[in-house]
């Protein structure tokens, strides 16, 4: 079946600009995860959703990082007034239940540039 | 906080055994994960392993897992040119709100595998 799919794959932004991420996750799958990596480095998890509950927003790194999610579909990741340490790939992963330990499936990313 | 370290690079000639790497920090780790990234793809679970246990074999993938030097290792037999990608090591971490389990990364350890 299909896999997590994000898009754009590849987003070039002059500073100062939002943009927008979108993730679209394994159909069924209630817990949806983001990340981001930054090069050379591992992934750093920004925010969390499960179901209908609250996320978990304890990794956004600051306010001009947010991120939504329609019920149990896609989600969009937010960044405003972007900066250039904001470049990174930006990876969502999705999970068919939340204490599943080990079924966080990845998409391919957006890899964002900041110029 | 919790910390994943690997080392960056690692060099085998095909049919070799690779021997990849990683130390955490996290001693409350429940699970800890390899995963592989190819280029231009998001990231495949390939293995993972209970804290309880101290080895895992999977096919050519065999986990070693030292809790109380806190080391894991994955080593790949018969190493193949399709197994060149970036390995990371990630352990869970912290739970979330809601439920589910951030995953905290290496940095990844980058495998080319010669002819």
């Known amino acids: 079946g299909a896999g997590v799919s994000q898009s754009p794959s590849n987003k070039v932004t002059e500073k100062g600009k939002d943009v927008e991420l979108r993730c679209d996750p394994i159909s069924g799958h209630t817990a949806l995860y983001w990340y981001r990596q930054r090069l050379g480095q591992g992934l750093e998890f920004l925010i969390y959703f499960q179901g209908n509950s609250a996320p978990d927003k304890s990794g956004l790194p600051s306010d001009r990082f947010s991120a939504e999610r329609t019920g149990e579909s896609v989600s969009t990741l937010t960044i405003q007034r972007t900066q250039q340490e904001d470049s990174a790939v930006y990876l969502c992963?999705?999970?068919?239940?939340?204490?599943?330990?080990?079924?966080?499936?990845f998409g391919p990313g957006t890899r964002l540039t900041v110029t | 906080g919790e910390d994943v370290e690997q080392s960056l690079f690692l060099s085998v000639r095909e049919g070799d055994s690779s021997v990849i790497n990683c130390t955490y920090t996290?001693?409350?780790?429940?699970?800890l994960y390899w995963y592989k990234q190819e280029p231009g793809a998001g990231l495949q679970l390939l293995t993972y392993i209970f804290s309880n246990m101290d080895m895992k074999q999977d096919q050519r993938l065999t986990v070693l897992l030292n809790k109380k030097d806190k080391h894991l290792s994955l080593r790949i037999a018969d190493t193949q040119t399709g197994d060149s990608a970036i390995y990371f090591c990630?352990?869970?971490?912290?739970?979330?709100?809601?439920?589910?389990?951030?995953?905290?990364f290496g940095t990844g350890t980058q495998l080319k595998v010669e002819l």
């Open positions: 992963a999705s999970s068919s239940r939340p204490e599943s330990l080990y079924e966080q499936y």
């Open positions: 996290d001693s409350s780790s429940t699970y």
């Open positions: 990630a352990e869970s971490g912290a739970g979330l709100t809601g439920g589910g389990n951030k995953l905290t």
